[in-house]
């Protein structure tokens, strides 16, 4: 557990430092909101790795992190409603905008997932691996990347209602943190990084990020990661 908060904090400090690199170039971005967003990311990881650091905290059992999933969203649940966060400002919402490009986009995302599926080479998936992959990813990460974590950055709390247009300050700065999130490592032998466990999240969530605010929901960008995620594991098929 003690390695567990080590790295949340860690990483809580990492995206405050991102925040701080890129808030000049939109003037919304305040400090607070920026400390709030880097708490809040600092607290999803914490809550994402319970599970995996105390097994008494796993109450669904199976080969991937399913419990460390569901309390991610719960968190999100609880930052929503602690801050009046509107749907829209989430992307909950069905209402699509731009729906022929944001579904072009959809298409290249999961040929994206199936190109890296021949890069790395994954084993078969099981049934679990495919469940988990069309399910549990898109739901939280989408939910706290491209959803809680842009509304905390541009202050849309209290029910404000979220503007027009793509903020691709917000978009640039989640998605470095996500790919951050995915490439660093700590244990006691201290802090690791894989930049290709970084790069490929990085540039997938710049593309999750234009699909978000082009088509108004998180529909899309849960789709596309989901539909990608398990187009990667089914890449197998395609090579054998």
């Known amino acids: 557990m003690i390695d567990a908060a080590i790295f949340s904090l860690s990483f809580a400090a990492i995206a405050f430092a991102i925040f701080l690199a890129f808030k000049y170039f939109d003037r919304r971005l305040t400090v607070v909101f920026g400390l709030l ?6 607290l999803d990881d914490l809550v994402t790795g319970l599970a995996s650091a105390s097994p008494a905290l796993s109450f669904v059992g199976g080969q991937w992190n399913w419990s460390g999933k569901i309390y991610s969203l719960a968190l999100s649940l609880v930052v929503v409603l602690a801050f009046g966060i509107r749907r829209d400002a989430l992307g909950l919402t069905l209402a699509q905008k731009n729906l022929k490009s944001s579904a072009i986009a959809l298409v290249l ?3 994206w997932g199936l190109t890296l599926g021949f890069l790395f080479k994954p084993e078969a998936p099981t049934t679990e691996t495919l469940a988990f992959q069309a ?3 898109g739901l939280s990460e989408e939910l ?5 974590a ?9 029910g404000r209602r979220p503007e027009e247009g793509i ?9 470095i943190a996500f790919g951050v999130w995915h490439g660093l490592g700590y244990s ?9 466990s970084a790069l490929f999240p990085f540039i997938g969530s710049i593309a999750g990020g234009w699909l978000r605010f ?6 899309f960008p849960f789709l596309a990661h989901s539909l990608a995620n398990v187009a990667f594991h089914l890449s197998v098929l395609a090579r054998s």
């Open 150 to 158: 842009p509304a905390l950055l541009l202050g849309w709390i209290r």
């Open 144 to 148: 706290v990347y491209r959803g809680i």
């Open 214 to 219: 082009n088509s108004g929901s998180l529909l």
């Open 188 to 196: 006691s032998s201290g802090y690791s990084f894989d930049w290709m």
């Open 135 to 137: 399910l549990m990813p």
């Open 109 to 111: 995302l999961i040929l």
């Open 37 to 42: 967003f880097a708490v809040y990311l600092g």
């Open 167 to 175: 903020p691709w300050t917000v978009v640039l700065i989640t998605a």
